[in-house]
Nanobody
Framework: QVQLVESGGGLVQAGGSLRLSCAAS????????MGWFRQAPGKEREFVAG????????YYTDSVKGRFTISRDNAKNTVYLQMNSLKPEDTAVYYC??????????????????WGQGTLVTVSS
């Protein structure tokens, strides 16, 4: 099973940018669809973005469309989340996830194959 480690979180002012990275172990990274979820204090974990096995197909939740971009580099076993025009409501712990099936807004978080430990993103107003 793939193991995931996120990095890149931090404190940023509203309107700023951050890029999250998620490094995967193992030689089967390209056989997994990848996604990013987030969980704000007191809220449920929610889907943010997903990307297919080759990187050619992506999905986003409505609130981040046009601001966030998910991408992957199969040669580096890494998936990225570029976050621009950040808003205070984007503050959350961001989690990377992997699954053999598509990861979309309809995906149940508890059904996914693997999770990272999370990285905190704080956006100040």
């Amino acid at each position: 099973q793939v193991q995931l480690v996120e990095s890149g979180g931090g404190l940023v002012q509203a309107g700023g940018s951050l890029r999250l990275s998620c490094a995967a172990s193992g030689r089967t990274f390209s056989s997994y669809a990848m996604g990013w979820f987030r969980q704000a204090p007191g809220k449920e974990r929610e889907f943010v973005a997903g990307v297919g096995w080759s990187g050619g197909t992506t999905y986003y939740t409505d609130s981040v469309k046009g601001r966030f971009t998910i991408s992957r580099d199969n040669a580096k076993n890494t998936v990225y989340l570029q976050m621009n025009s950040l808003k205070p409501e984007d503050t959350a712990v961001y989690y990377c996830a992997a699954d053999r099936s598509w990861i979309t807004k309809a995906t149940k978080p508890n059904a996914l194959d693997a999770w990272g430990q999370g990285t905190l993103v704080t956006v100040s107003s």
